[in-house]
């Protein structure tokens, strides 16, 4: 019989606990618990069922990055085959793990912001035209309001 494939969405909890074989093969194992919502058609809202605790182990470089980058409180998503059902837990051998992006953002090594997007950006400022240097021609008239817009605005406009 083959070995049951389960995928799991759930929370980091604890620490995560990192081992190394005599050969020198990495081996880590958490905690995970995966808390299913079920619909109360009553209450018409979702309630919380029972929790789900679940012991993972995962080997070699699975091992080394979700020891680097699971805490405990991650949300995840699992993929393994379960090894064994005891002590009130299920046993699985972790084929791959992602972080749940519902309540955060991840970033990989390659989509990483340089350091220099956190510089403050200065924007060149564009050149401002020149005033005309040359006179403008006169047209013989003043360049004064008409008499009747000092009056106006001496008597402070009705």
Same mark, same amino acid.
């Given at each position: 019989?083959?070995?049951?494939?389960?995928?799991?969405?759930?929370?980091?909890?604890?620490?995560?606990?990192?081992?190394?074989?005599?050969?020198?093969?990495?081996?880590?194992?958490?905690?995970?618990?995966?808390?299913?919502?079920?619909?109360?058609? *009553?209450?018409?809202?979702?309630?919380?069922?029972?929790?789900?605790?679940?012991?993972?182990?995962?080997?070699? *470089?699975?091992?080394?990055?979700?020891?680097?980058?699971?805490?405990?409180?991650?949300?995840?998503?699992?993929?393994?085959?379960? +090894?064994?059902?005891? *002590?009130?837990?299920?046993?699985?051998?972790? *084929?791959?793990?992602?972080?749940?992006?519902?309540?955060?953002?991840?970033?990989?090594? +390659?989509?990483?912001?340089?350091?220099?997007?956190?510089?403050?950006?200065?924007?060149?400022?564009?050149?401002?035209?020149?005033?005309?240097?040359?006179?403008?021609?006169?047209?013989?008239?003043?360049?004064?309001?008409?008499?009747?817009?000092?009056?106006?605005?001496?008597?402070?406009?009705?």
């Amino acid at each position: 019989m083959a070995p049951s494939v389960r995928h799991v969405s759930g929370t980091v909890t604890g620490n995560v606990e990192v081992r190394f074989t005599e050969t020198g093969i990495a081996v880590c194992r958490f905690r995970l618990t995966e808390t299913p919502t079920q619909w109360d058609a *009553d209450a018409r809202t979702w309630r919380n069922g029972t929790p789900i605790p679940y012991i993972c182990t995962a080997w070699r *470089d699975l091992a080394h990055n979700a020891t680097e980058s699971l805490v405990n409180g991650v949300s995840v998503l699992v993929k393994g085959r379960i +090894t064994a059902i005891r *002590d009130n837990s299920i046993y699985l051998s972790v *084929d791959d793990i992602g972080i749940s992006l519902r309540g955060r953002i991840a970033y990989t090594e +390659t989509s990483l912001p340089s350091p220099a997007a956190a510089a403050p950006v200065t924007v060149p400022l564009a050149p401002q035209p020149k005033a005309p240097t040359t006179p403008r021609p006169t047209t013989g008239r003043e360049s004064r309001p008409p008499a009747w817009w000092e009056k106006k605005r001496a008597a402070r406009w009705p």
